[in-house]
């Protein structure tokens, strides 16, 4: 009877305490796949080694931790990771004969360059205007990774996901390109007057094939003043010939004629450029 008592006992001291006979059964690692954009940038795994239940084990000790290619990406006894350059690996966590491993790609991003830092949308709700971005590496070289657009008030200005900016309502907003981590933000503010007439100049520019032509947009209102720090959206109607960036500046690429259009609100002007 004092046995079937003591056994009793025991058996209502392990259903409390979760811990009687718990055996390590695997081992959960979150986030089960990582990419880290950057270098020397660290990212920390969390590990939960479960019973045959999928409950945590309490009394666990932590597990060992690799990386496959310490060369891409470090781990220290904690999980804490350290990129360290552009590549795959993979991140074991260890115990005894349990283990589990994490994907860790590592992106070579540095910056993203924005263009233009600041925009003023002059004109009518719906006045649209691209912004521009280049994600660049550690060695300043230009890489293909898309960037994810958004707008600090859509009731101000709106963003495309590739970057068209779209006015909607008197104000300023902030819209932030981002990659990761990492992330850039313009400001634009959004002035809802009437545009009567906008001039680009030079009307003519002459260019030898990689040099270069800033363009300048004046722009008027219907008191005839002019509007000062108004943006305009570039188009080149040639862009194999001349291309031009969201700041107005033509680059001449192969001999040609192109016409630079220039638009704000409504309205539209022209010049030509000429590449030899």
């Not at 309490?58 to 220290?76: F, I, K, L």
């Not at 002059?122 to 958004?150: D, F, H, M, Y």
């Not at 002019?226 to 305009?232: K, L, P, R, V, Y």
Request: net charge positive; charged share 20%; hydrophobic share 40%.
């Amino acid at each position: 009877m004092r046995s079937r008592l003591a056994a009793t006992a025991l058996g209502a001291v392990c259903a409390l305490t979760l811990a009687c006979g718990q055996k390590p059964a695997s081992i959960q690692v979150s986030p089960t796949k990582v990419k880290i954009y950057g270098l020397e940038r660290p990212l920390r795994l969390v590990a939960r080694v479960l019973d045959r239940k999928g409950q945590p084990v309490t009394d666990a000790r932590g597990p060992n931790w690799s990386s496959s290619r310490p060369d891409v990406v470090e781990v220290d006894g904690s999980g804490r990771l350290l990129s360290k350059k552009e590549g795959k690996a993979m991140v074991t966590a260890s115990l005894d004969k349990l283990s589990t491993q994490v994907s860790v790609e590592v992106l070579d991003v540095k910056v993203i360059e924005v263009t233009p830092l600041a925009a003023r949308l002059v004109g009518p709700p719906g006045t649209a205007l691209p912004l521009q971005a280049a994600v660049k590496n550690s060695r300043n070289e230009s890489v293909s990774i898309p960037v994810t657009w958004s707008s600090s008030d859509d009731k101000i200005a709106t963003v495309s996901p590739d970057g068209l900016v779209t006015s909607a309502g008197a104000g300023k907003a902030t819209i932030i390109a981002k990659v990761g981590d990492i992330q850039t933000a313009a400001e634009v503010s959004v002035d809802p007057r009437m545009v009567s007439k906008i001039v680009l100049l030079p009307a003519t520019a002459l260019v030898r094939v990689g040099d270069s032509q800033h363009y300048q947009v004046s722009v008027y209102g219907p008191d005839g003043k002019e509007i000062e720090g108004a943006s305009a959206r570039f188009a080149s109607s040639n862009p194999s010939v001349a291309s031009v960036d969201a700041a107005g500046v033509a680059s001449g690429l192969k001999i040609g004629v192109a016409t630079i259009r220039a638009q704000v609100g409504n309205l539209t002007a022209e010049a030509t450029v000429i590449v030899n």
